[in-house]
């Protein structure tokens, strides 16, 4: 978890918040977040809710990326400027670009 924070940390701080992703399900009852700095992407997400859920991110700058997360998890993949996130019953996810 330290190492987690050490990453995310120096990164919001000079991060400006990006609008050319988020959920694509207008009300799906997750939290995010997504900030850029230098060309990397920054997305936070919080599923406060008791129930699993799978989001699918919207990107509109560019349809094709590999999101990778930062400590667990697995690489995301967007395509057509879709990605979807599995999010566990309150679950968090940090993903970086």
């Known amino acids: 978890m330290d190492a987690e ?3 995310i940390g ?9 609008a050319s992703v988020t959920l694509k ?7 995010i977040r997504a900030a850029s700095r230098g060309g990397s992407r920054l997305i ?10 799978e989001v699918p991110l919207e990107f509109t700058a560019t349809p094709d990326r590999i999101l ?3 400590g667990h998890g697995t690489t995301v993949t967007s395509r057509g400027g ?7 019953a309150s679950g968090t996810a940090a993903l970086l670009e």
Do not use: C
Not at 25 to 31: F, I, L, Q, S
Not at 48 to 53: I, L, Q
């Open 10 to 18: 120096p990164f919001l701080l000079d991060a400006k918040p990006d």
């Open 68 to 70: 990778k997360p930062i």
């Open 82 to 88: 879709i990605a979807k996130m599995k999010l566990e």
């Open 25 to 31: 399900e207008r009300d799906p009852g997750v939290k």
């Open 44 to 53: 936070l997400l919080a599923n406060p809710t008791d129930t699993a859920r």
């Open 5 to 7: 924070l050490a990453q």
